[in-house]
């Protein structure tokens, strides 16, 4: 799981959190990771960052630190595919931390996902990015991260002649980019159960008004 930084995650989102923004960034990890470790379907978990404030993260059975060595989210999961043939793992998962509705069912349900020795399981974002991908083996897609990445990594999966599937559903394919994101995650979350929403809850006093988020949303 690539983790940009405690601070310098979400910039899109400082105008309107400021230095709270910080605690949203903590819930959307700690969401993601506690899906993860409860799906049992990983062998370990690697986070990766350049920000050595992630490694208090990394201190539960499963859970280890990379520092990155590289700028940039394509740098620290090239980083990472080196480090999987390097250690001879089957395949490799990259999760996005920002999903903070994924359940651990999901990763489940991911895993079960066809077979073969050479394949992709590739997640959409409701915005066409990549919200996880499995490849076996690690590394066989270079990392393309950035706009219309879903397009960019399903091309390359293709062009490989990859055993590829696409695995979407409401919660894995959800990610938290904007203000407007903060309005759906609270509305999909009324009870609170994330992290996340809890957090959104502590800051709410640092967000727009409902019809600054109402504008936000219909300008997107």
């Known amino acids: 799981m690539p983790v940009k930084g405690l601070t310098e995650s979400k910039r899109r989102l400082s105008t309107y959190l400021g230095d709270k923004k910080k605690l949203l960034v903590e819930g959307l990890l700690q969401d993601v990771l506690s899906s993860m470790l409860q799906s049992e379907v990983f062998d370990q978990v690697y986070l990766i960052s350049q ?15 990379l520092s990155q060595s590289g700028h940039g989210l394509n740098r620290a999961i090239e980083q990472a595919n080196k480090l999987a043939v390097r250690e ?8 996005l931390a920002d999903i903070p509705l994924v359940e651990p069912r999901d990763f489940e349900e991911f895993f ?12 959409p974002s409701l915005k066409n990015g990549t919200n996880v991908m499995l490849t076996r083996p690690p590394g066989i897609i270079r990392p393309s991260y950035g706009r219309w990445s879903y397009s960019k990594h399903l091309r390359q999966a293709q062009m490989l002649k990859l055993t590829t599937y696409s695995f979407s559903n409401s919660r894995i394919s959800f990610d938290v980019d ?13 009870g609170k159960r994330t992290l996340s929403s809890k957090a959104i809850e502590r800051i709410s006093p640092f967000l727009p008004s409902e019809q600054a988020y109402l504008y936000l949303r219909n300008s997107e």
């Open 88 to 95: 001879k793992v089957d395949s490799l998962t990259v999760v």
């Open 51 to 65: 920000d050595e404030n992630v490694a208090s993260n990394a201190r539960v059975k499963r859970v280890n630190f």
């Open 178 to 190: 904007t203000v407007a994101d903060l309005t759906e995650l609270t509305r999909r979350d009324p």
């Open 112 to 123: 079960r996902i066809g077979n073969g020795i050479h394949k992709a399981v590739l997640v």
